[in-house]
């Protein structure tokens, strides 16, 4: 995987005070992306063990809330594998931070065990340690830039934890982070 930038108090991308990780990759080239550079997978530089060490030493800091992983598209299959060893790390090392991750697509495309564009073994993992996720792709008809830590209102912030916890019982999976949603 590579990534493009990493962010050391990020205040425009999650709750608090938040250090960011912006991917390469993303195959959804929405009309008006904010970061079309972003879309190639070469983009930026490689994703290192001495980059991992770096973020998860800024996350120890006591402003620094948590830590938000976007992109480009965070979930792209090809760059699951680094962003699920990553967050499990987060959570083991650094417990006090919370994980956002920005994702074009819907919660319930990563759930469906039969789509092959973006559900790998390593979803479910990843959305396990993930306590906020901002999905789905900017709409530019629907872009709205009065909304708190999205681009478009068809984008939704999901308390995740929540939503895995229902998702078995029910299939009624989407809890909206209330709070967030203004
Ligand atoms: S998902 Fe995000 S990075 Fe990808 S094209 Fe859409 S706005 Fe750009």
Redesign the pocket.
Known sequence: MNFGQIFECDIANGEGCRTSLFVSG?T???RE????E??NFDFGEPYTDKTEEFIIESLRSDYIRGLSIL???PMEPENQPVVRQLVERVKSEVPKADIWI?S?YTIEELLDEGNTRCHTEDTLPILQKTDILVDG??VLEKKNIMLKFR?SSNQRIIDVPATLQRYGKQRDILVLAEKYMV
Request: hydrophobic share 15%.
């Open positions: 993303c959804h080239h929405c992306c904010f970061n079309p972003t879309w992109g480009g598209e920005y074009g792709e900017f681009g």
